[in-house]
């Protein structure tokens, strides 16, 4: 059975979230406090986190800091707040998904189903040699989820690494905000396609891309965004 975390002051809102986990088959911790979180978050038998922004004792965000410095669990952030600036970062304190309130509790199972699926697919020991996609200055590890851009190892979040690669696995072809949504994430957007958007512009400064058209991630204006191939790259 797969065990939640969530750590959110608002116990109706906790227990509403944990309600429709029970009834889909899921283990469910609620702690109130960030401190409280962290140190349930240390618990092996945790196996994703659902928390939010607005604690009584600690920031949500380094909440989410430490608990990412020591677990390589997958994390949600549950939030009223929809600023992007919020947005930009709660996922660089490594948070894998972004939940705006008011939410629909269905969307909430949804995505810790589709994170855990993954999270369990990236876990499973492999025995194959790795598997590469090669451009010019940019090598992707497909096994080992490692990028490097010129010889350089660049540190990717999860979501980060599987956007680059889909992306880099279907050169020359244009995806929607929402098609890269359901093919990254697992699930329909819902609207909610600004966490593409984000995780974008953050591989393009990884791989040192300083505009939408100036490297491998190229925007095609109001379509979405394309993979081409370049000749080079520096």
């Not at 709660?90 to 705006?100: K, P, S, T, W």
């Amino acid at each position: 059975m797969t065990n939640v975390l969530i750590i959110e002051q608002d116990k109706e809102t906790a227990e509403l979230i944990r309600d429709y986990l029970e009834i889909n088959s899921f283990s469910v911790i609620i702690k109130e406090t960030g401190q409280e979180g962290i140190e349930a978050a240390m618990d092996d038998k945790v196996d994703i986190i659902l928390q939010t922004l607005s604690l009584p004792d600690i920031s949500g965000f380094d909440v989410c800091k430490e608990i990412r410095r020591r677990r390589d669990i997958p994390i949600l952030i549950v939030t009223d707040r929809s600023d992007e600036i919020d947005l930009v970062r709660g996922l660089g304190v490594g948070a894998d998904d972004y939940i705006v309130k008011p939410f629909n509790p269905n969307e909430i199972v949804a995505r810790v189903k589709a994170h855990m699926a993954c999270y369990l697919r990236l876990t499973n020991p492999r025995v194959e040699e790795n598997e590469y996609i090669e451009y010019p200055g940019l090598s992707i590890d497909l096994t080992a989820r490692r990028v490097f851009v010129g010889g350089e190892e660049k540190i990717f979040t999860t979501k980060e690494f599987d956007l680059l690669s889909f992306l880099a696995s279907h050169p020359n072809k244009v995806y929607s905000k929402d098609d890269l949504f359901s093919a990254v994430w697992g699930m329909d957007s819902l609207g909610d396609i600004a966490t593409v958007t984000v995780h974008i512009k953050k591989i393009r400064q990884k791989i040192g891309q300083n505009t939408a058209q100036s490297g491998y991630i190229e925007t095609v204006w109001g379509s979405g965004y394309r993979f081409r191939i370049l000749r080079n790259i520096r």
